[in-house]
């Protein structure tokens, strides 16, 4: 018999409680209980839906974030949290976001940092550390949930985060060795184990995920110390692994004093013929075989077809999951209604999963003739999205199969076209210009969303955006700014705006995931071939041109940053979705240009996003990433100036292959490193032009004139002055005209003051 379990289940909950009830009790309008019982019923329910399996996941629910919920179960909280009174909850959140609920200002400290969780979209808190971090056990949190299973008939196995992945994930703030942290470390987990095995839990999942990746000889070296010393124990552990494959870890793990081991064999099926050899006979091995990352069908057929010869070998020591947990997809495709039923009919969320997975395992303990209907009509579904000719589209194959090199490249040299540019432009010195966005006020949202729902007729639309698009001019014009921009009033998000507009995408309702704390995204479900149908910014950018002498910047966003925050085809490589994106957003290049949109900037926000998890494979990636902006961007003429941006600083790993764009100009993040990221610029000789932001647009804060002027100076320490543009750090939505207009003022002033001192 195989065993079934889950690696995590979505806690936001299908229609997003969660979110609301967070944001309920920190603006102090729900009590502490009120939200601990939401979260008991969000519990509750989602073990319901679990209840086929035979291992449910527990302890994988959290307020915010599990790595957090780890630090806080090894006392491992920062100093200076833990010097403020009151219960643990609202130091947990102050750890979280800075303040808990109703804390007035001066209760707030620093949030801790934020980063992302591998290659996913969820970000994580950083677990800190330095030389005297000492931990201690508290386990009330977990052990609340484990009992509230108990209570509810729930065969639990809880869910921790491994002693050499919490460290991995954690930095210290005092240069020294986390390592070293170690052996303090293990004790801890050794009476976590011990607790967890007196309430008489039978397997915990520990998870290690960091063994998907490349690890120093002494991070090796930590896995094999730290588990011997986990090893006499009362219960068992399922070493966990997700997002990837073991490589030279694969021997490592197998070798480790656990009970078994959990691989994800969507992106490891390679490795398990290996795996069966390695694997000693007193472990279990348990198969992530439904993707836990996107949100198609599985193909159960094809899946059974591998999966049960491994079954007549294993036999009951063959365990079934979805790869990693479903934290990564939408929770029920049931709450659709409005997705068209054919795409519905391809997709299946968290929910769906679950139920597939319990298809494979009735197949492989009964038959496949136990489930035959299940199978039949997952079959006419796998088929249907196979040959569907809204998938496929042969145009689009052909178009990209005709891709070649001299499709990314520009006519001239940077030199050349910068001449040209220049003096059709008639740009001064140290131009200024912004990111894009203009203050999205409550009355445009209510505009878009009313247009939407059918309230606001299409002329009126138009008109209320085109009247938008005028002020905005107008306070550019007043501003006295370089380059201008239209606003982006007509944009909900810059992905999802450029999706509604091309063929190949569809849209759910419900299908949010979390990216960070309360916040979720919606990604976008890009399932066929991409096509433009017509024209998507070029009557907007048009009309804001007409209203203004200065240049106005067309404004996309890449085909890279498009494809990393969509859930994009399994049927396809990443790069054959990507070129597609390129091919869409090259034609609307040209219809700007054509035109006589004389910039145009095509935002790649996400292109960092989209690194692999193991280095050697960041070449390959890099390679179509660069080659499709390439495409998207390079097909027009000298004179048209190109300019993309990048929300981000880190650019020493990835600077070839940034200058390998060869945009005219590169906006990026700056104001908070106070130029010194320009370092990796400079030493590389980036031969193009810069825009490093001055203007931290995350902080309601107005820039001083003089600060700007510094931060600039300390920018032509390391990039000629020729080169160099002035602008924000990003775009500005998000703040509001109050904040916006004396910032720029600012900015505007010193870009002056910098043309006289030059
Ligand atoms: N053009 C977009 C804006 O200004 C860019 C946003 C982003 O880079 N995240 O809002
Ligand atoms: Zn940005």
């Keep these: 018999m195989v065993t079934t379990h889950n690696l995590g289940f979505p806690r936001i909950g299908a229609k997003r409680e969660l979110k609301f009830a967070l944001e309920d009790y920190w603006k102090g309008n729900l009590s502490q209980s009120q939200l601990e019982d939401t979260g008991a019923l969000l519990r509750q329910r989602h073990w319901q839906h679990q209840s086929q399996l035979d291992f449910v996941p527990v302890g994988d629910f959290s307020f915010y974030d599990q790595v957090l919920d780890m630090s806080f179960l090894l006392g491992n909280i920062p100093a200076r949290v833990r010097q ?265 969320f968290a929910q769906q999963k679950l139920d597939e997975l319990h298809i494979l395992a009735q197949a492989l303990n009964k038959g496949r003739v136990s489930v035959q209907d299940a199978l039949v009509a997952n079959s006419a579904a796998i088929n249907s999205r196979k040959t569907s000719p809204l998938v496929h589209n042969p145009a689009v194959k052909a178009a990209v199969a005709n891709i070649n090199a001299s499709l990314g490249q520009r006519l001239s040299t940077y030199e050349q076209r910068a001449k040209k540019q220049s003096a059709c432009l008639q740009l001064p010195a140290f131009p200024t210009t912004t990111i894009g966005s203009f203050p999205q006020t409550p009355e445009i949202r209510q505009a878009r969303s009313r247009y939407r729902l059918g309230q606001l007729d299409e002329t009126s639309y138009k008109t209320f955006m085109q009247n938008e698009i005028a002020r905005c001019v107008q306070e550019q014009e007043a501003l006295d700014l370089d380059v201008f921009v239209h606003g982006e009033a007509e944009r909900n998000d810059m992905v999802e705006y450029f999706g509604e507009q091309l063929d190949g995408y569809a849209f759910s309702e419900f299908g949010w995931v979390q990216s960070y704390g309360s916040r979720c995204v919606k990604p976008p479900i890009l399932f066929g071939d991409i096509q433009r149908p017509k024209p998507m910014t070029v009557d907007w950018i048009k009309f804001a041109q007409s209203l203004t002498d200065k240049p106005m910047k067309g404004m996309l966003t890449g085909p890279v940053t498009i494809l990393n925050w969509s859930f994009v085809r399994d049927d396809q490589p990443r790069s054959v979705s990507c070129y597609q994106l390129a091919l869409a957003i090259r034609q609307e290049v040209l219809d700007l240009e054509k035109s006589g949109v004389r910039i145009i900037q095509i935002d790649e926000a996400a292109l960092r996003e989209g690194l692999p998890l193991r280095r050697t494979e960041w070449d390959s990636y890099l390679r179509w990433a660069v080659e499709s902006f390439r495409i998207a961007a390079n097909g027009v003429s000298d004179e048209t100036q190109i300019h993309t941006h990048m929300c981000y600083s880190e650019f020493n790993d990835i600077i070839a292959s940034i200058a390998a764009m060869d945009a005219d100009v590169i906006t990026i993040e700056t104001s908070r490193s106070d130029m010194e990221l320009l370092d990796a610029f400079d030493h590389f000789s980036y031969p193009n032009e810069i825009g490093p932001g001055v203007y931290d647009i995350h902080s309601p804060n107005i820039p001083a004139q003089e600060h700007i002027v510094q931060l600039m100076r300390k920018a032509a320490e390391r990039i000629p002055t020729e080169r160099l543009w002035v602008n924000p750090d990003c775009g500005l939505k998000t703040r509001s005209w109050e904040e916006v207009i004396p910032a720029l003022r600012n900015m505007v002033t010193a870009a002056k003051q910098l043309r006289q001192a030059a």
Excluded at 84 to 109: I, K, M, P, W
Excluded at 284 to 294: A, D, E, W
Excluded at 321 to 331: K, Q, R
Aim: aromatic share 8%; proline share 5%.
């Design 84 to 348: 403020h009174e009151g219960n643990t909850l609202d130091n947990y959140f102050r750890v979280a976001r800075g303040r808990s609920a109703q804390d007035t200002a001066c209760h707030c400290v620093h949030a801790g940092e934020m980063t992302k969780w591998f290659d996913t979209n969820y970000h994580y808190i950083v677990p800190e550390f330095d030389a005297t971090t000492a931990f201690s056990l508290d386990v009330s949190r977990l052990l609340n949930q484990i009992r509230q299973a108990a209570t509810l008939g729930v065969t639990a196995k809880p869910v921790i985060i491994g002693p050499v992945s919490y460290l991995w994930l954690g930095k210290t703030k005092d240069a020294s060795d986390k390592l070293a942290l170690l052996p303090k470390l293990l004790p801890v987990y050794a009476q976590l184990l011990d607790t967890l095995a007196a309430e008489g839990v039978e397997w915990v999942q520990i998870d290690e995920p960091i063994l998907v990746t490349e690890l120093d000889p002494a991070w090796q070296q930590a896995f094999t110390t730290a588990y011997q010393a986990l090893a006499p124990r009362k219960l068992k552990l399922l070493l966990t692994t997700y997002f990837g494959d073991l490589q030279e870890n694969l021997s490592l793990a197998c070798a480790l004093p656990v009970d078994g081991i959990h691989i994800d064999a969507i992106n490891a099926r390679h490795e398990l013929e290996r795996l069966q050899t390695l694997l000693p006979d007193s472990m279990v091995l348990s198969l992530g075989v439904i993707n836990g990352r996107n949100i198609w069908k599985t193909d159960l057929h094809a899946t059974l077809e591998w999966l049960e010869p491994i079954h007549r070998v294993l036999q009951s020591r063959l365990w079934i999951a979805p790869s990693c947990s479903l934290l990564h997809v939408p929770v029920d495709l049931r709450s659709e209604n409005k997705l068209a039923s054919h795409i519905q009919y391809w997709l299946a």
